[in-house]
């Protein structure tokens, strides 16, 4: 990717600077930040995790890439918090920017008019990408820029964890950015929007339901495929019975929690386990 410009650069600097003037809270939680985009384009709304057992030294840096709408959501949030507390700065995008006044509530993304609404704006995503990317990635570049800026993080020890649609946008950005040290890639679909260029990526996590109703598993196993033919590092973790996103999902309003998901919890102990070697972390 080509560098920002230094104006764009020094946008990124103001917004770690009001980050660390404005401390994050004591209790669960995040702070909001906005992050610049080019050519004076709407800031990029993104939230901050931090370990909440508190940090003396430089971290790793990790950019959480979900869908339209997916950094309201609470479990993102729990999923975000709980990978900060095993030792990494976090920070929680919608790269596509779409506008938050036209994304159902926190509390009904998942169920009738909210999950209709929901899925008219991944199409509407899904559409805008046909006729280009470059604007999609510049918001993963935006969330990798501010960690690379943030004294809290070591900017040599980055990944990209992508969800869904930003799964494969995570590839396709990954081979373009030496930063990256790893990707997470969970239950994307076909790359054909996306192109990526297999030898120009670092080691690759995969996760994926047998049973996801989004994106079919055969993708997982084709992504794995391509990889292994190409000789490059991965894992694959396909999880049978499994629908779209089991790994962090649960239904609060049913008196559901995470650990009554043996998918769910294993699924994020096998994160970390891939975090921590790719960005060479002590596991905790």
């Given at each position: 990717m080509q560098d920002r410009p230094a104006a764009g650069r020094v946008a990124v600097i103001l917004a770690v600077l009001?980050?660390?003037?404005?401390?994050?809270?004591?209790?669960?939680?995040?702070?909001?930040?906005?992050?610049?985009?080019?050519?004076d384009k709407k800031p990029l709304p993104a939230f901050v995790f931090v370990p909440q057992q508190g940090v003396n030294h430089p971290i790793p840096g990790v950019v959480v890439a979900v869908g339209v709408g997916g950094q309201m959501i609470p479990h993102y949030h729990e999923?975000?918090?709980?990978?900060?507390?095993?030792?990494?700065?976090?920070?929680?995008?919608d790269p596509s920017n779409y506008p938050e006044?036209?994304?159902?509530?926190?509390?009904?993304?998942?169920?009738?008019?909210?999950?209709?609404?929901?899925?008219?704006?991944?199409?509407?995503?899904a559409g805008r990408l046909f006729f280009g990317l470059d604007w999609y990635l510049e918001g993963m570049k935006a969330g990798v820029d501010f960690l690379c800026n943030w004294p809290l993080v070591d900017r040599h020890r980055i990944a990209i964890s992508g969800f869904s649609q930003p799964a494969n946008?995570?590839?396709?950005?990954?081979?373009?950015?030496?930063?990256i040290k790893s990707v997470v890639w969970n239950y994307g679909g076909s790359p054909w929007v996306m192109p990526y260029d297999p030898w120009r990526l670092p080691p690759v996590q995969i996760f994926h339901g047998e049973k996801d109703e989004v994106y079919d598993v055969k993708y997982a196993r084709r992504l794995?495929?391509?990889?292994?033919?190409?000789?490059?590092?991965?894992?694959?973790n396909i999880y049978p019975g499994e629908k779209h996103m089991f790994n962090v999902y649960y239904d609060a309003?049913?008196?559901?929690?995470?650990?009554?998901?043996?998918?769910?919890?294993?699924?994020?102990?096998?994160?970390v386990r891939f975090l921590g070697n790719t960005l060479a972390v002590p596991c905790r």
């Open positions: 009001a980050l660390l003037l404005w401390p994050l809270p004591s209790s669960a939680g995040a702070s909001r930040v906005l992050l610049p985009l080019p050519q999923y975000c918090q709980l990978l900060a507390n095993r030792g990494f700065a976090v920070i929680l995008i006044e036209l994304v159902p509530g926190p509390y009904s993304w998942d169920r009738g008019l909210g999950y209709i609404r929901g899925s008219i704006n991944q199409g509407v995503v946008a995570a590839l396709t950005y990954a081979c373009k950015d030496p930063r794995a495929l391509n990889l292994m033919s190409n000789m490059r590092y991965y894992e694959l309003r049913r008196g559901e929690n995470r650990f009554m998901k043996p998918a769910l919890l294993d699924a994020f102990e096998r994160l």
